[in-house]
């Protein structure tokens, strides 16, 4: 009598490590909610204690702040002080600038919460691209922070004070801040451009040559929105704005051309594997 072997069910000769990294137990919806609820816990508790931290120091981050405007006027023979008109007017600043200033310290803690959060959902390749990606995002912000607040800003300053120097300046410490945190902040993100396009290039949306053949319109979109943001009309704040932007596509011509570079390097490993 012929005995029949059932065969085994195939398996995987080549099991991806990112399936078996899969494999545990998943989390039931309670459960990442309890989960959510700590990360955001500890990262309300983590902006409070950067709150409570800046406004100790916050009448030196004010100094600091106000640096660009106090020199202009100092330049000038002005006086250095700025003005209010309500009494409550400084406090209430203060505590702007806390906020501000303890979302930037806390930012570091709640990034690395965010992190914790999102990794078990990840595949191994997409973690490695997670600290790249928040190390250089962190690196464009805060150059264009201090662009704007070394170069292109004091230059406006002394633009618009020396502009109205017939008359007698009472800036506001609000508006002052308004300016400064708009300038500060606005340069700090469009200096993300990069980052976006390098995105862009690894979903294969844009790619070096097609940002070559774009370059006559960005110089031209650049140069619209540094008009944009520029707090002054004058050619030479104007520059100061839009040659770092030309810059900032060029180089992001560079890092799309690493990604193009990259991709086709693998390809090949990968046909003569």
Known sequence: MATTIQNPPPQNPNPDPEEEQLGGRQMSFLEHLEELRQRLLRSVIAL???FGVCFYFSDQIYGFLAKPMT???HALGLPEKLAYFNPTDPFNLYIKLSIVAGLFLASPY????????VSPGLYRHEKRYVWPFVFLTSVLFFTGGAFAYKMAFPAALKFLVEFGKRFNPMISINEYWNLALTIIVGVGVIFELPVVILLLSLFGIVTPKFLIKQIRYAVLLSAIVAA????TPDWTTLFMFWIPLVGLYIFSIGLSWLVQLRKK?????EQQA
Do not use: H
Request: zero cysteines; a positive charge.
């Open 110 to 117: 709640v990034l690395w919460q965010v992190w914790l959060f």
């Open 228 to 231: 944009a943001i520029a707090p």
């Open 265 to 269: 390097w693998k390809r090949r490993r």
């Open 48 to 50: 409070f204690v950067g």
């Open 71 to 73: 020199d202009t006027l």
